[in-house]
């Protein structure tokens, strides 16, 4: 089914005037990082933007530090909700399904990270170049940055293709990095808020699933915060390649990939001939014995961006852990 543009892309692209973001913001026990992230947001060079806040039952300072910046800004500039109380996933979901939430670009934030200034206008430059009935996805590398906001390096640089045959082995981006369209929002809130892992990997699923476009911009718009309480962190230092590896042997990838499989069946009307068909040796391939599963997974042909998740890619399949 091909979606119209929503009716605010219409308006703007007629009228030329600058493109509405909805930054959709999940909060939980964030008091000692979410001034800086907001403050960076008001320092953003695209200025048409509202936050939705959604709060995960914080028993900390968070409500009053958003209350606090309401009243700053005005009513109009951020709105503050109560989360589901069902995790980060959940909280996001909560929010990008929400259908009275409406503008013409939508951009997922995490209260403990720093925006760079010209974030929004970076990846409004390649958004805006897409047709607005198309799904489309803006993601980035990030930077590392310690509890004090000093530099700690990047997040790994992935120079091969995004695709469907990635998406459904490996996330390459995270959702504070992301910012993406009204028919990728239409995606998500068809789907509604499904039993996934991560929102940041179930977007990139469905709309490189359903014949969307995708960019990874290899330069860092955000500061990537490192701290004890990261729900998820960076995997760019051995000892978190080592736990993921140690969580993959454990059976836990299995799990997630059976939860993406049930809840990519709601949107399947949507996805390509070939994108059923890759889809379809992949479910079948991980349930088989080991012959017919290796011969499987290989004609899917799904595939990580680096050497290193190829290889627990292999072992997983080896060892029926997909």
């Not at 014995?289 to 072992?315: D, E, F, K, Q």
Request: glycine share 8%; proline share 4%; net charge positive.
């Amino acid at each position: 089914m091909t979606r119209r543009p929503s009716t605010a892309a219409r308006e703007a692209a007629a009228d030329g005037r600058s493109p509405s973001v909805a930054i959709l913001l999940g909060t939980c026990h964030g008091e000692r990082f979410l001034a800086p992230q907001l403050d960076s947001i008001t320092a953003q060079t695209h200025t048409d933007w509202r936050v939705w806040a959604s709060d995960d039952h914080s028993t900390d300072g968070t409500l009053a530090i958003l209350s606090d910046y309401r009243r700053r800004w005005g009513e109009g500039r951020l709105a503050i909700r109560t989360g589901p109380g069902r995790g980060f996933c959940a909280n996001f979901l909560s929010l990008v399904c929400d259908l009275s939430i409406q503008a013409d670009y939508y951009a997922f934030a995490d209260h403990d990270d720093v925006w760079d200034d010209d974030k929004l206008a970076v990846a409004l430059a390649w958004l805006t170049g897409i047709p607005h009935n198309v799904p489309a996805l803006y993601c980035a590398r990030t930077r590392l940055i310690d509890e004090d906001g000093q530099p700690m390096g990047f997040s790994p640089l992935f120079s091969r293709p995004l695709s469907f045959r990635n998406a459904l082995v490996q996330s390459v981006a995270g959702g504070n990095t992301m910012v993406f369209n009204q028919a990728a929002r239409n995606l998500l809130a068809e789907a509604g808020v499904v039993d996934v892992q991560t929102h940041d990997w179930w977007l990139y699923l469905i709309v490189t699933a359903c014949g969307g476009r995708t960019f990874y911009d290899p330069v860092p718009k955000i500061g990537y915060r490192q701290h004890p309480n990261n729900l998820v962190g960076s995997n760019a230092d051995w000892p978190a390649r080592l736990s993921r590896a140690r969580r993959l042997l454990a059976g836990r990838f299995t799990g997630m990939n059976d939860r993406n499989i049930v809840a990519l069946k709601r949107l399947q009307h949507h996805m390509s001939a070939e994108n059923k068909s890759i889809l379809t040796h992949f479910v079948h391939a991980r349930k088989a014995s080991l012959a017919p599963r290796v011969r499987g997974i290989r004609h899917s042909g799904v595939y990580h961006h680096t050497r290193l998740g190829n290889l627990g890619l292999m072992v997983a399949t080896l060892f029926k852990k997909l």
